[in-house]
């Protein structure tokens, strides 16, 4: 390419794009942070609210910039490489730390989809009575069906409409009657318990929001997005294209995790305003138990809307836990990996993605306590959430891997210290939660 022509390609990159361009292009920052809001996190965020009412409302405000700055790292690093991060792994570091890494990924992901199938089962149930089995099987099978017939670019508009049901959660805090001095000054005001469950809650809260699946399905979305899109190509090898894609990962990023936020600050406010102040704290144990609690509180509304959410965060959130560790699966092997891809055409990758999926469903009927799977993902996410932050952090500052795109100064000093912070929150969780299971 000459130089003049180099410059045009530069100057045309950082032209600013109409606003409505820019929100066509959200999607992977924006369907991941709406996936953080699973049944499973909306369990915790529950309990939260149920039990400490506002005093939490804080960790919303004080997650934000953490939760952002990972997943805006993984989503540059997908970009820059064109590549996943077992991909990126795979060649540069030790394999039984990649393969270590990687199945733990796998074994916490299926955990966290059972919890999550189980959930979406009891909340159908609630709102349209019938069998949590049966539940649990069509929407197992429904998701799945999704992910290996329907290619990739159309499944993925799915997917961003499918984001609007968290709307519900916004929706019901406005059914119920919301003291905002209070909430708000709760918000920017933290309120701190010295208590084993109130911190037992805080890292809760946080393993919640920085979740491992979330850092292997934004980059790989992203390396998806190189291959699939004419005229993009990984940034090491078209660095003139870096500029606008920086900026087009920070605003899907700050925008998905913003979402997520959100609609997360508005689950504890609901249940903080209800079951807090009936005291109900104790009962709740699942987003379905939320859910059903809701209904002689705040009416049949609020309950409908919040037992709706659960179904719609289910179905956004399979295909992200499936597809991350099939992602993550096939890289480490070096498979071929695509959600546009036909099932012949990378079926290794498309058969981890079905027994992920399938796995998830059989923990409901084998009887599998759904809190406990729960409590098993958390921890196990705990431990691989910190080492993998570690190797996103060094990754994103080696060289051979990203060439001369290293992190700029704001994104190392937030990424290591939210490394630092789930170091120090994934430690007090696991010792804490193993001590109650023995």
């Known amino acids: 390419m000459s130089e003049s022509s180099m410059r045009a390609d530069v100057i045309q990159n950082r032209m600013p794009d109409v606003p409505a361009t820019v929100l066509l292009r959200l999607g992977p920052g924006l369907i991941t942070g709406a996936a953080d809001d699973d049944p499973s996190g909306i369990a915790t965020y529950s309990q939260v609210g149920a039990q400490f009412g506002f005093g939490m409302l804080w960790t919303m405000l004080f997650s934000f910039p953490f939760m952002a700055a990972m997943q805006e790292i993984c989503a540059r690093l997908g970009r820059v490489t064109g590549k996943g991060i077992a ?26 989809l059972g919890a999550d199938v189980t959930a979406m089962g009891a909340a159908a149930q609630l709102v349209f009575h019938g069998r949590v089995g049966v539940y649990v099987l069509v929407f197992g099978a429904v998701s799945l069906f999704l992910q290996i017939y329907v290619p990739y670019r159309k499944y993925v508009r799915y997917l961003k409409w499918l984001t609007l049901v968290l709307f519900a959660y916004v929706a019901t805090a406005f059914v119920v009657h919301v003291p905002w001095s209070t909430a708000l000054r709760s918000t920017f005001i933290p309120s701190v318990t010295w208590s084993t469950g109130y911190w037992m809650a805080l890292v809760a809260v946080l393993g919640t929001t920085i979740s491992p699946y979330l850092f292997f399905w934004q980059t790989s979305e992203e390396a998806e997005d190189v291959s699939l899109n004419k005229g993009e190509e990984p940034l090491k090898k078209k660095p003139s294209q870096a500029f606008k894609q920086f900026r087009r990962i920070a605003i899907d990023t700050r925008v998905g995790m913003g979402f997520s936020n959100v609609v997360a600050f508005f689950i504890i406010l609901t249940t903080a305003v ?78 981890v993605l079905a027994v992920a999926t399938i796995l998830g469903i059989l923990l409901y009927f084998v009887g599998l306590d759904p809190i406990r799977a729960l409590f098993w993902s958390a921890v196990i996410n705990g431990v691989v959430a910190v080492p993998l932050m570690a190797m996103l952090m060094v990754m994103s500052a080696n060289k051979s891997i990203v060439g001369k795109f290293t992190l700029p100064t704001h994104l190392r000093v937030i990424g290591w210290s939210a490394t630092i912070v789930m170091f120090l929150a994934s430690l007090a969780f696991v010792v804490s939660g193993l001590a109650r299971l023995l």
């Open 274 to 351: 209800t079951l807090h102040a009936a005291d109900a704290g104790k009962a709740i144990n699942t987003s379905a138990d939320a859910a059903g609690a809701l209904q002689p509180l705040a009416g049949n509304l609020a309950f409908v809307l919040f037992a709706l959410g659960i179904i719609g965060t289910g179905l956004l959130a399979i295909p992200v836990l499936a597809g991350s560790a099939a992602y993550a699966v096939a890289e480490t092997f070096q498979w071929r990996a695509s959600l546009e891809s036909r099932p012949q055409h990378a079926p290794r990758f498309y058969l």
């Open 87 to 112: 991909g990126s792994m795979s060649g540069h570091y030790p394999k039984p730390l990649l393969y270590g890494l990687v199945s733990l990924l796998c074994l916490a992901n299926i955990f966290n």
